[in-house]
């Protein structure tokens, strides 16, 4: 995947995450479901808004946010040569081995290296992001209890200016889909702040579309996989039934003759 997609959003503060806040609590009243490749028994990721998904990732979520359970290697599932692999990894710096002076060095990133946060802990994340570290993204998607609906809700869901009533809080946006609807987390998403290779107009819901997508694969990469077999498993049950159904009624008619 070419590097020059990646432009640094302009007035971005934080990047793509949850509060704890957001995290522990949300409305009472279910988000709206909307329609996933991915749902079902049958189901199958699309592969274009994975790739779509995983270049917000890395051009907002990745600037506070890690996805420890994947490597670069196993963005090869979203259909990633190994030379856009490579590439992508080798942007990403990782801690190399000390100097001769034991000091610590840095390295670019390779494909077996994690998708690891931008900080060395989480004391150093919680003290650069106003006391709370950004979590993990690794099984955002499948940990949260209101799944893919209520991420794409809360990422569509802010409202810039507020309602009328809603109160004023110094350093706080309104969201319709968190307690008390105020997070001290910016929209994180633009209209235009990305650019998509393959030409889709990057609106607000269509990246919120795909990061949400992208997070579901990672927390369940082998979806595809799973359900590919699952249906030649059907495929080959069905042709024994129509084969079994075809044999009695062989043997029926053969006895019946008799």
Known sequence: MPTHIYRPAAGLLIALGLSGAALASEPDKAPPHQAWSFEGPL????????????????H????????????????????????????TAKIKPQPGAPDAAGQPTMR????????NSPFPNDAA????MGGIAPPDQSRL?????????????????????????????PGKFYNNWVAGHMI????????????????TPATVEQQARDITTFLVWASDPHRNERHSI??????????????AIAWKRKIWKRLKTQ
């Open 60 to 87: 907002v979520c990745s600037t506070c946010h890690g996805m420890r359970n994947l490597t670069y290697a196993d963005l090869a599932g979203i259909g990633l040569t190994q030379q856009q692999i490579a590439e």
């Open 184 to 199: 001290g987390m910016p929209p994180p998403l633009m209209n235009g702040m990305i650019h998509y290779p393959d030409g």
């Open 141 to 169: 998607a499948i940990t949260h209890p209101g799944g893919p609906d209520w991420l794409y809700a809360f990422l569509t869901g802010y409202r810039m200016p507020p309602p009328a009533d809603a109160p004023v809080v």
């Open 108 to 115: 670019p990133g390779l494909p077996d290296d994690h998708l």
């Open 230 to 243: 699952g249906k030649a498993v059907m495929a080959y049950l069905i042709i024994l039934l129509a084969l």
């Open 125 to 128: 994340a919680a003290a650069m």
């Open 43 to 58: 189901g199958q990721y699309d592969q274009s808004s994975l790739q779509r998904g995983f270049i917000v990732f890395q």
